[in-house]
């Protein structure tokens, strides 16, 4: 029996949930990074199992916490190859036989299924549902909850069992300013949290200032933009931040990112309990920021920045504008001239930036 369900799958009421997963031991998105935080002890059975190329599509590789009741096994389907591909409708179609036949040899009763190979996969649910609606006709008996593409749910809704991590020089430094910056925008104007985006130009400038967060930003849509900031703020999801999420919001949905409740204090004692300061690089952060508090002026402010030192490096008002505005056509659109040299005004003030070469 079908029930077309919603809300969240990671806390249905199954026996069985099924994970959507590639076949190269990546959890980096969507619903897979929701039950990476959620199951650890199955992300890593699942990962050490890719490194043996155990993980095939076609074929379900289940994980049994053998604890009684619900949510007992974790069935990771693999929908295409690498996390990159996108799904193909004769491997649901695969994986979809191997998963009833999981079920039987398990006597599983219910089960939990997300919109496979949907969302980050590419298939239309139109022709996934009818082939997920005809593999389950083989099993009438079982409760079958299926999950249609919807999105994703809220993050403080998303399970996290992972392990507290330690913090760090750098996961510190980072926490500080993103709480700094969050305290000064609220005093300008009501806000629920910090944007991914105001987050990766708080973390651009940390490094610029001189702190060494081993962050590889290159030219993104946004402005700066470093992949391997991701992975820091997942660690830190449900931890110390919350509102990260499971990276399927868009950037432009402004998606608001804080501080857990305990975090603050976390981080003051951390650094009490290392005999030192903060470092310099926060108040100086705080004063290059200072009335920029806004996705768009601090993706203003770090476009100009990264746009200037380039090789080679200019302080050519026109060449920067050009530099800036061939970034993209919506850099174009957004980023005046009188804006460029604001920021450029403000990043040499800060000595970030040298004097502006004579009109």
Known sequence: MIILSHGNLLTADADALVNTVNTVGVMGKGIALQFKRAYPANYAAYRAACAKNEVRLGQMFVFDSTRLGLRRFVINFPTKGHWRANSKLPDIQAGLADLVRVIRERQITSVAVPA???????????????TIEQAFAELPDVRVLLFPPEGAPDPA??????EKPSLTPGRATLLRAIDGYLQRARAIEPRDGVTLLEIQKIAYFLQVLGQP?????TRGRYGPYAENLNHVLDRLEGHY????????????????IRLTADATEAVASWWAAQGSAPPDALEQLSRLVDGFEAPYSLELLATVHYAATLTPPTSDLAELTERVRSWSG????????PHIKLAYDRLQTASLLPALNPA
């Open 241 to 256: 931040l919350t509102g990260f999420g499971d990276r399927s919001a868009r950037v432009e949905e402004l998606q608001p």
């Open 330 to 337: 919506r850099k174009a659109r957004l980023f005046t001239r």
């Open 116 to 130: 496979l190979g949907c969302g980050n996969g590419g298939l239309d649910w139109d022709e996934v549902r009818p």
């Open 213 to 217: 967060l081993r962050l590889e930003f």
């Open 157 to 162: 809704d998303m399970p996290v069992a992972t």
